[in-house]
């Protein structure tokens, strides 16, 4: 298909991890991002992955990249109840590599 | 450094009346682009400019919704005569040229009665 998936919630116990899920569609995505939104705000950059690595880490976030599935995941450690929002993954698609194209969101909530 | 800032937060409208949304990109950035979310979908691009030309409008319904930054500054989006489906919130984002993320402004909720 040509659409961004992702589970639409999931919902984690305080302290626990997340791991949030994501099939992208194009194989030339240079770079693949992961957002947040929180209610009524706009989207807030995470984090992202260049296309010719496997995982990247950043504090309590690891972002796991299977070109070869074109599977995306996102793990959060010791989720916090500030974690909850939705999370969006996002591929870049065209020629230029310029049109970013999202996923519908995961609702992530924790649970204290 | 300031945010993608835009303008008005929030707006209701009766169907067939006009709308417009404003967007300020951060300082330098050459690129803009107009998102449109639905409620409890991911944005999808309505319209991406580079510096005051448009690089990508494909999906644009272009006999309701225009789109203009004629100083490649900041830009405006106007919906004539707006739908029900049109109900939304409008982002706008904006990147440096060149650069691989994109930072977005806090959209404008726009509700059609």
């Known amino acids: 298909g040509e659409d961004v998936e992702q589970s639409l919630f999931l919902s984690v116990r305080e302290g626990d991890s997340s791991v949030i899920n994501c099939t992208y569609t194009?194989?030339?995505?240079?770079?693949l991002y992961w957002y947040k939104q929180e209610p009524g705000a706009g989207l807030q950059l995470l984090t992202y992955?260049?296309?010719?690595?496997d995982m990247k880490q950043d504090q309590r976030l690891t972002v796991l990249l299977n070109k070869k599935d074109k599977h995306l995941s996102l793990r959060i450690a010791d989720t916090q109840t500030g974690d909850s929002a939705i999370y969006f993954c996002?591929?870049?698609?065209?020629?230029?590599?310029?049109?970013?194209?999202f996923g519908p969101g995961t609702r992530l909530s924790v649970l204290p | 450094e300031a945010g993608v800032a835009q303008s008005p937060r929030y707006k209701i409208i009766e169907k067939r009346q006009s709308v417009a949304f404003w967007c300020n990109p951060i300082?330098?950035?050459?690129?803009l682009y107009w998102y449109q979310q639905i409620l409890g979908q991911g944005p999808k691009l309505l319209i991406q400019?580079?510096?005051?030309?448009?690089?990508?409008d494909s999906q644009l319904p272009k006999d309701r919704f225009s789109a203009e930054r004629l100083k490649g500054v900041d830009s405006t989006l106007k919906i004539q005569p707006a739908k029900l489906e049109d109900s939304a919130v409008y982002l706008c984002?904006?990147?440096?040229?060149?650069?691989?993320?994109?930072?977005f402004g806090p959209g404008t909720r726009l509700l059609v009665l």
């Open positions: 400019f580079q510096n005051n030309g448009v690089v990508d």
């Open positions: 992955i260049f296309s010719n690595m």
């Open positions: 996002a591929e870049i698609r065209g020629s230029y590599g310029q049109n970013f194209v």
């Open positions: 194009d194989s030339s995505s240079t770079y």
């Open positions: 300082s330098g950035h050459a690129t």
């Open positions: 984002a904006s990147n440096p040229s060149g650069g691989e993320s994109q930072y």
